[in-house]
């Protein structure tokens, strides 16, 4: 009797270690792309590549830095009408960018010799404004701007973010030296130490890519492209070689 019973309880394990098996071999399957499903094939797809998508478009990566310049040169404006001209003194400003002598031009025309242009605080956040945006759209790394470049140029994003951090540091040697040159004295590293801080931000934290590239195969459109080059411009535009610029 007693070993009948045993006789039982070995073909129940039996069988219990085959459903295991079985079981076990069915997960294995499935867990492979080819044997899902094609409706649990799309879900994982999904859930394994968000939130970075292949070639996200530039305009999505584009329209935040975009909308907050918007937003910028709508305060810029507000501010420069409540700026006032008024003789020239010594004093510390905001280094200017392109942009920023362009708004003001628009707005005063060439300034007087001997004559200065006394800022609003609002334009003065608004120059706030200009400079994060801008950096913002450099082509390095998660910057916005590196997310374009991923959209535009594809694989070659990486090498653009390694020209970028060099160019940065080239431009804070070389702001050093024009300050050392033109007689600031021990404040000639200072006025050149942001740009050569921001490169190592970029090398050591933010990286040289956006992410890995999933469709490396898709050309951009025309559109896109000329919407990559023209936020590159624009950061270009909006960069002041020196930011604080004691006069």
Not at 19 to 35: F, G, K, M, N, S
């Amino acid at each position: 009797m007693l070993q009948g019973e045993g006789h039982a309880e070995t073909r129940e394990g039996a069988t219990a270690c085959a459903q295991c098996r079985r079981q076990a071999t069915e997960a294995r399957d499935l867990a492979t792309p080819e044997a899902r499903p094609p409706a649990r094939r799309e879900a994982a797809r999904i859930g394994e590549h968000r939130p970075e998508l292949a070639r996200e478009p530039a305009e999505v990566a584009a329209a935040g830095p975009l909308s907050g310049l918007v937003v910028a040169v709508a305060a810029a404006w507000l501010g420069l009408s409540w700026s006032t001209v008024v003789p020239e003194t010594p004093h510390t400003a905001f280094g200017g960018s392109v942009f920023t002598q362009l708004l003001v031009w628009l707005h005063f025309g060439r300034l007087p010799d001997g004559m200065m242009l006394y800022t609003h605080p609002i334009a003065d956040a608004a120059w706030l404004g200009f400079l994060v945006t801008a950096i913002n759209l450099l082509p390095a790394g998660q910057l916005d701007g590196g997310r374009i470049a991923y959209a535009v140029f594809g694989s070659r994003h990486g090498r653009i973010g390694r020209v970028t951090v060099l160019v940065l540091s080239l431009l804070g040697l070389g702001v050093m030296t024009w300050a050392w040159l033109t007689g600031y004295g021990w404040l000639a590293p200072l006025l050149g130490l942001n740009w050569l801080m921001l490169a190592a931000l970029i090398r050591f934290f933010v990286g040289y890519r956006a992410g890995p590239i999933l469709d490396g195969m898709t050309p951009p459109t025309r559109g896109r492209r000329a919407l990559g080059i023209a936020c590159l411009l624009l950061a270009v535009l909006m960069l002041p070689p020196v930011f604080i610029l004691p006069e």
